[in-house]
């Protein structure tokens, strides 16, 4: 039997792509980096869609909380850039920064515990 009959090994970097613990501390984890890299984040939030839904409820939490700090970041982001105008842009900027990081943070550390998300519809923390 010749090594082309046998199935193909699984790669450990494979992980990182199917639904899990291991995908989602990507997606914090690109987040993070989309503030030095902004195509980033595009590609945690695809990575988020398309694992949402095929995890244990409590690693749907992170999904959850995952999706919804990408979209109303970048709401933030686009209100942010309005206010400009009226020379509070900046300082919203920065909260809404703040705001990403720290739900970032928040939920790599739970992740890290095994816990679930509190409240992943929170527009808070």
Known sequence: MSNHDQAPETRQTDRWLEPGKTNLQVIYILYLVSFVIGISGIVGIVLAHLNRGKSEAWLESHYTWAIRTFWLGLLG?????????????????????????????????????????????SWLL
Request: charged letters at 10%; aromatic letters at 4%; a positive charge.
């Open 77 to 121: 982001a686009f209100v942010s850039m309005l206010l400009m105008i009226v020379m509070i842009g900046m300082l919203t900027m920065l909260l809404v920064a703040l705001w990403i990081v720290i739900r970032t943070v928040v939920g790599l550390q739970k992740l890290g515990r095994n816990e679930p998300i509190d409240n992943p519809q």
